[in-house]
């Protein structure tokens, strides 16, 4: 073989996400309640590194059109829900997961593109700084493949002296409906009062 051939040949092995109680990683969690910090771990082999560059949560195990991005480019939206992803190892990133889930649906799937890169490679650097801001994926090594993964759970709703804790995702699309008639309304209500 050439050694050119031996450099695009694609090892074998899978990329998978699990969600932990903890760090120790020995009990994988299938069911928690809402607002439960738990450990969501994606890990490939070891000689290569992975990073989650987009993610999204939607109810149940098939994806529809009710879906929450949580990760774009390979940075956290809204770190009440999910922080950024930081290295734990070689092949092996964690991301502090808060437990959430959508109105009427006690399934949870997270469901993200990986990018997969030869150790030594910038493309699988995490964009995001330890303070949280953005920055562009920029790179000029290579990047093996792009996967995508996906892990499910089951959601409780917490009962705790009548206050509910169940995160209504759904609800998050109507509010700034809701506000924006409001304030609509208020400027109506101004101008005609003032003329």
């Not at 450099?7 to 120790?24: G, W």
């Not at 950024?84 to 959508?102: E, H, I, S, T, W």
């Not at 150790?119 to 650097?125: H, P």
Request: hydrophobic share 45%.
């Amino acid at each position: 073989m050439l050694a050119e051939e031996i450099e695009n040949i694609t090892p074998s092995f899978s990329v998978f996400a699990k969600i932990y109680n903890d760090l120790t990683m020995t009990e994988e969690i299938q069911e928690t309640l809402v607002g439960t910090k738990l450990f969501w771990v994606i890990q490939g082999a070891a000689e290569y590194n992975v990073i989650p560059i987009n993610c999204t949560a939607f109810p149940g195990a098939v994806p529809g059109r009710n879906f929450r991005t949580i990760i774009i480019d390979g940075c956290t939206l809204d770190d009440k829900l999910v922080e950024n992803f930081q290295v734990l190892g070689p092949g092996k990133m964690a991301a502090d997961l808060y437990a959430f889930r959508f109105y009427n649906s006690p399934i949870l799937t997270l469901q993200c593109t990986v990018r997969v890169c030869p150790m030594g490679s910038d493309f699988c650097e995490s964009p995001c700084f330890a303070r949280g801001k953005r920055s562009v994926i920029v790179g000029t090594g290579v990047y093996e493949r792009e996967e995508t993964i996906s892990t499910r759970l089951s959601i409780l709703k917490q009962k705790n002296s009548g206050v509910t804790s169940n995160l209504n995702l759904s609800g998050l699309r109507i509010f700034p409906m809701i506000l924006l008639r409001t304030v609509g309304f208020l400027i109506l209500f101004l101008h005609l009062w003032t003329v």
